[in-house]
C-alpha cells in the first residue's frame, strides 16, 4: 500500500507547497495595504507607488510583511489551502444540509441534472455508436457532425438553450441536464465506437459461419467487447456532465447549486467561497467517477474480461 500511497502524497505535499508559496505574491498587494493601515513604514511608502508594481516585485521589497499577512486574509486573491479547507468543513460538516449555506444541499441540488444529463447523454452517446458501427451512412455524416459539435464553446450555446426551452416552457432541471448530456455524450459515442469495432476479423468471421443476423452479433460478440471501452467513456462523460450542470446554472440566475455558488462567490468578492465550491465539485466528480468504477470492475469481473 505504501507504495501506491507514497507517490501520490508526495504529489498532493508538493502541490500545497506550491500553493502556499503562489499565495504570497498573488497576495502582497493586500498583505502590504493591512501593514499600512497597521502604521507600519513600507518600501515603496505609498500605495500608488505599489499599484503598478508586481506581486513578486512587492514580495521582495517587504519580504517579512508580505509573508506575515499572504495566508488570514478575508478576501484573498488567491486563499491558502488551510482556508479552503476550514471554508469546506464549515460548509459541510457544521452547517445544517437544509441551511442555504451547506454545500452538501447545494451540491445534492446540482447533481440532479448532473446525472439525469448523464444518463440522457449515454443512451445518446451508445444509440449514435450503434448506428455509425452498422451504417457507413451514419459513420460519414454524422461523425463529423458529433465531432463539430464539441468545437461549440458551451459558455456560448448554454444561454440559448435555456432561453428556446424557456419560451416553450421547459424550465427547472431539464434544460441544465440537456446541457449535461450535450457535454456527455460524445465521449461516449467515441469510446463506443472504438469498442463495438474492437473485436477480431476472425470473430466476426466465426459469427458470419453461425449464420448469426447483426442484432445477435451486436449482443453477444460486440457489446461485451466494448464494455471496458464504454466504461472508460463513461467516467470521462459523468464529469463532463457535472461541467454541464454547473454552466447550465450561471445562466439562468440560479440561487442553489454550485454554479449559485460560484456566481455568489465572484459577486461578493469571496474567494475563499469560490474554491470551496471548486473542490466541492471536485469531490463529487471524484465520486461519481470511483462509483463507475466499482461498477466497471463489478461487472467485468463477473464476465470473466478483468
Do not use: C
Amino acid at each position: 500500500m505504501h507504495h501506491r500511497l507514497g507517490p501520490v502524497l508526495a504529489v498532493v505535499a508538493a502541490l500545497i507547497a506550491l500553493w502556499y508559496l503562489a499565495a504570497i505574491p498573488m497576495n502582497a498587494q493586500n498583505s502590504l495595504m493591512l501593514a499600512e493601515r497597521e502604521g507600519i513604514v513600507l518600501t515603496p511608502a505609498t500605495a500608488s507607488e505599489r499599484r503598478n508594481m508586481s506581486g513578486f516585485a512587492l514580495t521582495l521589497a517587504e519580504p517579512s510583511q508580505a509573508v506575515a499577512r499572504a495566508f488570514a486574509q478575508d478576501r484573498p486573491r488567491l486563499p491558502s489551502p488551510h482556508q479552503v479547507l476550514a471554508e469546506l468543513w464549515d460548509s459541510t460538516v457544521n452547517q445544517n444540509v437544509t441551511s442555504k449555506r451547506s454545500l452538501v444541499r447545494h451540491a445534492g441540488i446540482t447533481l440532479a441534472p448532473t446525472l439525469l444529463g448523464f444518463v440522457i447523454g449515454s443512451l445518446a452517446g451508445i444509440a449514435l455508436a450503434v448506428g455509425i458501427v452498422h451504417s457507413r451512412l451514419m459513420d460519414l455524416s454524422v461523425m463529423p457532425w458529433a465531432i463539430a459539435s464539441q468545437t461549440i464553446p458551451i459558455l456560448a450555446i448554454a444561454p440559448m438553450i435555456i432561453v428556446v426551452l424557456n419560451s416553450i416552457g421547459v424550465q427547472g432541471v431539464l434544460p441544465k441536464a440537456i446541457i449535461s448530456a450535450y457535454l456527455s455524450f460524445f465521449p461516449v459515442t467515441v469510446g463506443m465506437v472504438k469498442g463495438l469495432r474492437a473485436p477480431s476479423p476472425s470473430d466476426l468471421d466465426l459469427m458470419r459461419t453461425w449464420n448469426a443476423s447483426a442484432t445477435r452479433t451486436l449482443l453477444s460478440l460486440r457489446l461485451p467487447t466494448s464494455l471496458p471501452y464504454l466504461f472508460t467513456s463513461l467516467k470521462i462523460a459523468v464529469a463532463a456532465a457535472l461541467v454541464g450542470a454547473i454552466v447550465g446554472e450561471f445562466p439562468t440566475g440560479a440561487v442553489s447549486g454550485l454554479g449559485a455558488r460560484l456566481l455568489a462567490g465572484s459577486y461578493y468578492g469571496q474567494t475563499v467561497q469560490i474554491w470551496s465550491a471548486l473542490f466541492g465539485a471536485a469531490i463529487v466528480a471524484a465520486a461519481l467517477v470511483a462509483a463507475i468504477g466499482l461498477a466497471q470492475r463489478v461487472t467485468l469481473k463477473r464476465m470473466g474480461l478483468s
